[in-house]
């Protein structure tokens, strides 16, 4: 393994013995690069009713300084809802013009084909992820551009499990999942990258619309993250609150038993690939 020290940052090259083999960057500053290249900010919806209004224009005003130096879109993407996230969505982008842009599936078809909608349809050099209920800040969008640009990354991580970030409102049993699922797959790279299935996340665009043509092996996040250390791109992240609103904490879980089983099966899955990564690895370093 090769360190490098350089600026604010330290990029690690993993080699040919890391489980990945890809490149990690483990800390960057976040002072942003002066660009006029487009920025998509993706954000998936699912029945998120009339709040979603507030999150929008939360996250619309958030996004003002990033404006100042970047086209920014606002893409949303409305996975099916029956209730009265449609409605809602048509009073937010009225007057809005080319700056916000709705994508509608008419069934719901799972946050998986979701983000790959919203990649598809993104015409920004970089692609953000966001929530629809603003776990994370608005303020996270400019700090993942940031750290994008100065790591040159093909992602930047919002990582609440990296020292420096945290959790809050997050029930129990859900966090002890969340946690559980990414301690083994950080360990495959060495804990050198903290999380891997959190959906806050910037991307270079052409980087990720080539990697979802992709067949999916296990949970989408953690396998985009797979796949981009595999083939040797950059991952950065960057130290994030994640912050369940009360509204969320209060409402009836939409995680089922049945769901959160599914989602431990596909947590394995990709498991699986950084391990036959790792395996080939070793292989070719014995050779």
């Not at 349809?121 to 940031?146: H, Q």
């Not at 420096?164 to 990258?193: E, I, K, Y």
């Amino acid at each position: 393994m090769h360190t490098e020290v350089k600026g604010d940052f330290v990029r690690t090259d993993l080699g040919s013995s890391d489980p990945c083999g890809g490149t990690l960057v483990l800390s960057v500053s976040e002072e942003g690069l002066v660009s006029r290249s487009g920025i998509s900010v993706v954000v998936p919806a699912f029945n998120e009713g009339s709040a979603l209004g507030d999150t929008l224009e939360a996250l619309d005003a958030g996004l003002a300084s990033l404006r100042s130096r970047y086209a920014v879109e606002l893409l949303v993407v409305d996975d099916g809802s029956t209730d009265e996230t449609p409605h809602t969505l048509a009073r937010f982008t009225a007057d809005r013009g080319e700056s916000v842009r709705t994508i509608v599936h008419h069934a719901n078809r799972g946050l998986t084909e979701a983000m790959k909608s919203g990649a598809r349809a993104a015409r920004g050099r970089i692609t953000v992820f966001m929530d629809a209920d603003l776990s994370y800040a608005p303020p996270i969008v400019e700090r993942l551009v940031a750290a994008l640009e100065q790591g040159g990354a093909a992602a930047a991580l919002a990582s609440p499990y990296m020292p420096g970030g945290r959790v809050a409102n997050v029930p129990f049993d859900r966090l002890m999942a969340s946690r559980g699922a990414n301690l083994l797959l950080a360990a495959c790279v060495g804990f050198r990258l903290h999380t891997f299935t959190g959906m806050v996340r910037a991307y270079d665009s052409a980087v990720l619309a080539e990697i979802i043509e992709r067949p999916v092996r296990g949970e989408f996040n953690a396998w985009v993250v797979a796949e981009l250390l595999r083939t040797g791109r950059t991952v950065v992240e960057i130290p994030a609150a994640l912050v369940w609103p009360s509204a969320r904490t209060q409402a009836p879980s939409r995680m089922s038993a049945a769901k959160l089983r599914a989602r431990t099966r596909l947590v394995f899955q990709t498991l699986a690939v950084l391990i036959a990564a790792r395996r080939k690895a070793l292989l070719r370093q014995a050779a």
